[in-house]
């Protein structure tokens, strides 16, 4: 009996925790200094559960001045706005350093709510840096 109620916690967790996608960013043609063309559109996001969701989906291609980041109205916590920030980084450090393809998680408890947040960069791009950066979102 103790293992039936063991896996069936297990299986309500594991439902109950959905991860969805909140920032893609398409990548292709990037200067020295950073990108000419930035654009980020708000997008609402089905997450696993059937919830909306708010997320951004952006380009950023040619050279020039800009810094591809996108806004994060939709994050009101400074320090999780920060932690993605920092994911982004680490996904656009790792292809400098010719790791074309990867993932890294970040674990996020954000005060004053019991659920923790896992954050997932994933990054896939050619030699040139032309390719996608996703960041996901599992509440746990």
């Known amino acids: 009996m103790k293992k039936v109620l063991f896996f069936l916690g ?13 920032i893609t960013v398409e990548k292709s043609d990037k200067g ?19 919830n909306e969701q708010t997320g951004y989906q952006g380009t950023c291609h040619s050279p020039g001045l800009i810094r591809c980041r996108p806004p994060m109205h939709f994050i009101s916590d400074e320090s999780e706005q920060a932690a993605v920030h920092r994911l982004l980084d680490i996904a ?28 997932t960069v994933i990054w896939n791009c ?6 996608t950066i996703s960041i996901d979102r599992q509440d746990v």
């Open 92 to 119: 656009e450090d790792e292809i400098d350093a010719k790791n074309f393809n990867g993932e890294s998680i970040m674990r996020i408890q954000v005060v004053g709510e019991e659920t923790v947040r896992l954050y």
């Open 32 to 50: 020295i200094f950073g990108y000419d063309y930035v654009e980020f559109h708000l997008v609402t996001i089905l997450n696993g559960a059937g």
């Open 126 to 131: 050619d030699e040139k840096g032309n390719g």
């Open 10 to 22: 297990i299986l309500f967790i594991s439902l109950s925790s959905f991860a969805y996608q909140v």
